[in-house]
């Protein structure tokens, strides 16, 4: 009970000590207060000016808010270190009042507290038991309540040193935290400013690129079109002298273009634009320069369907290709197309005494399937994946596949069934036959050459049907007719064949009853 009073009279003392102080400070900056010269209205300590300058210059919007940014940073600032003294002078007048505590422990025997003791898991009556224990181990006779109440009160002046000690650390790290904050607002907001300056600047700058670049552009259009027609009136200035040579005849080309073999894509170009002019050239006096044209025109297309032609024979796809590309633009290529096909269409042979098997219903049709699984063969070689010669070499591999198979049909399928047919030796009903098979075995086909080009199954089977009736239009038109005639006289025939027999029997078979009629009659 006397220690809580004495410790409740010293508590009254520190307080009173506190208010004294205060009011000392209070003083104090009252006379400075006083002494010092009048301040500005409404403006803290820290910026108050005490000498007269003369005005500064005017100041932008970001300057100035920088600069109100800086001044409110400086007194929040004074203010805080203004608090730290107060509170260092506090705490050492507390210490200078505090009366020395009685402590009759030897040194030795007296608890040192470190922080690193009250980090992670603490348990109270553990950290008892060990504060305890040097004093427990002792006489438990010479152990006195005294000695108890020694060390709690030292331990808990020594505890609460520690806790005043982190206190002031966790004040110091928090004023540093708040301090960091600040100045890292203040820098964000600096750079806010910056960056918006900067921004401005961009966007003015870039008003200005875009101004010069739309400038540019219009130049450049300029540029390019007369670029263009420099280009147009040099082409047609080499026309002009490519169309002089050739009027002067064929041994007046001097033009390196139509002499060099390496230059013959060149020369395909110039050739055909030269047509061109000279079927639109009516005006007398170019009739040399007209047929010199026409007869290059057909030596160039020569040359190139030579060298396709080779290519193809070769196997060089490459090739092929470029000469393909180059008789496209010279001609359409048509001429290419057909050279293609007519060399294709020969790896075919067909059947050479199809006609003379019509009467062996069997190997007829046997042979007749052979032939035509050549033809599926062939057109899956050519242009049934996309790896085929056709999709490879040629620009538009659906024009070459219809012209393909429009001379398979028109040529070689209607060659056939004509010459298979049309043999006025053949018996009725050898061709009534034969007509039949060659119609269902040419539907089959047409239907096997729709899937060898999936791509164009919808196109191609349109197309097919439609070479399918014209070469069996003639012969569906009067096959009705004559397989009606044939199986009327085929009646006839055989019926005749046992009709007479029959009527000899019926008329012996009336005599026999005329004659029993007359003897039942006779008594």
Known sequence: ?????????????????????????????????????????????????????????????????????????????????????????????????????????????????????????????????????????????????????????????????????????????????????????????????????VSDQFQRLEGRVTSVGTTAIKIGQRLETIDRQKNRAEEAKDLIDYWMEFNSGEQGLVSPVFRDPSEITTAARLIQTLSTVSAELTVAGFEKATDAVQHKSSEIENKLLDDFQQAYQNNNVEKMKMNAQILVEFNGGSSCFSRYVFGSLAKLKPPTELGELVQYPLQFLEELRFYYNQIVDLCVKEFGSKN???????????????????????????????????????????????????????????KKLCDVSLSMASKLDSVLNEHIQSIFTEYLVTYIDREHAYFSNLLRTEVGSWIAPVKAIMQQVKQKIKSAKKERVDP
Not at 25 to 53: F, L, Y
Request: glycine share 2%.
């Open 1 to 197: 009970a006397t220690r809580r009073r004495e410790e409740r009279r010293k508590e009254r003392e520190r307080k009173e000590a506190g208010k004294k102080d205060k009011d000392a400070e209070k003083k104090q900056a009252q006379g400075k207060a006083n002494e010092a010269p009048a301040p500005v209205a409404n403006k803290p300590e820290s910026t108050i000016v005490e000498v007269v300058e003369p005005p500064a210059p005017p100041m932008d919007e970001a300057t100035r808010r920088r600069e109100e940014r800086r001044r409110e940073r400086e007194r929040k600032e004074a203010e805080k270190m203004r608090e730290k003294e107060a509170e260092r002078k506090q705490a050492q007048s507390k210490a200078n009042e505090a009366p020395a505590p009685i402590i009759n422990m030897s040194k030795s025997s007296r608890p040192s507290f470190q922080k690193n003791q009250f980090q992670g898991q603490f348990n109270s009556y553990q950290f008892l038991d060990e504060l305890t224990a040097p004093f427990m181990s002792s006489n438990a006779e010479t152990l006195k309540s005294s000695t108890f109440m020694e060390l709690l009160d030292f331990s808990s002046r020594e505890l609460k040193k520690l806790e005043d000690q982190v206190d002031n650390e966790i004040s110091g790290l928090v004023d540093d935290i708040r301090s960091a904050e600040t100045q890292h607002k203040s820098k964000l907001a600096d750079l806010n400013d910056f960056l918006k300056n």
């Open 388 to 446: 085929s010669v056709v999709v490879q070499v040629f620009p538009a591999p659906e024009k070459v596949i219809k012209i393909f198979l429009n001379w398979i049909f028109e040529d070689k399928i209607r060659n056939l069934i004509e010459s298979t047919i049309n043999n006025p030796d053949l018996h009725e009903q050898r061709y009534l036959e034969a007509l039949s098979v060659l119609y269902r075995e040419t539907k089959d086909v047409s």
